[in-house]
């Protein structure tokens, strides 16, 4: 069965540092393109960023460059995304996705990250 | 590519048809998408390229267009279709973009 796993809520104070993680299973992972998808109540699904874990190739939104990072480890099938200093405005459910094509097919469960101030 | 979706929200009776558009700023040719999106749910992929229904998708959605302009379709609602979705282009691979989202509720 394809599946993305994510990793549990968070809850964080304003300027620390977050890592949440993807794991797949069922496909190629490696060959596949994983997305990163924000949703807030205010501006609805918003496309982060993907990545290619076979070379690690990444793209980002010109909305979230600089503000976050994207990264995989093909070894362990994983899919993360980062900040190294987490505002209020990043208080969000984050979802990763297989991007199969230029569309996504599966997706995890959602990750909900708060940032309290 | 933006993309311009409408209305932002409907109310409507069980069997209506209902009916969501969504507008790019160029030309896409048929690269869209619509997603259905649940509280508390991951988003489900219901329709690619325009207008391919994914399988095991309730074949009451529907959707058509291309280029510019193109519309999403519910042939008669019902409760469990009580959710927000959304459009998704894609013009420069990987590249994505969403439209603002319709959220869907009964009368």
């Known amino acids: 069965e394809v599946q993305l796993e994510q990793s549990g809520a968070e809850v964080k104070a304003r300027g620390q540092s977050l890592k949440i993680s993807c794991k797949a299973s069922g496909f190629d992972f490696s060959n596949s393109w994983i997305a990163w998808v924000r949703q807030t109540p205010g501006k609805g699904l918003e496309w982060m960023g993907s990545?290619?874990?076979?070379?690690?190739?990444?793209t980002y939104s010109l909305s979230f460059r600089g503000l976050v990072t994207i990264s995989a480890d093909k070894s362990i099938r994983t899919a993360y995304l980062q900040w190294s200093s987490l505002k209020a405005s990043d208080t969000a459910i984050y979802y990763c996705?297989?991007?199969?094509?230029?569309?996504?097919?599966?997706w995890g469960e959602g990750t909900t990250v708060i940032v309290s101030s | 590519t933006q993309m311009t979706q409408s209305p932002s929200s409907l109310s409507a009776s069980v069997g209506d048809r209902v009916t969501i558009s969504c507008q790019a700023s160029?030309?896409?040719?048929?690269?869209l998408a619509w997603y259905q999106h649940k509280p508390g749910k991951a988003p489900k992929l219901l329709i690619s390229d325009a207008s391919e229904l994914e399988s095991g998708v309730s074949s009451r959605f529907s959707g058509s267009g291309s280029g510019t302009f193109f519309i999403f379709t519910i042939s008669s609602l019902q409760p469990e279709d009580i959710a927000t979705y959304y459009c998704q282009q894609f013009d420069n691979v990987p590249s994505l973009t969403f439209g603002g989202g319709t959220k869907v509720e009964i009368k």
């Open positions: 990545i290619y874990p076979g070379d690690s190739e990444t």
């Open positions: 996705s297989r991007q199969l094509s230029s569309y996504l097919d599966v």
């Open positions: 160029q030309d896409i040719g048929n690269f």
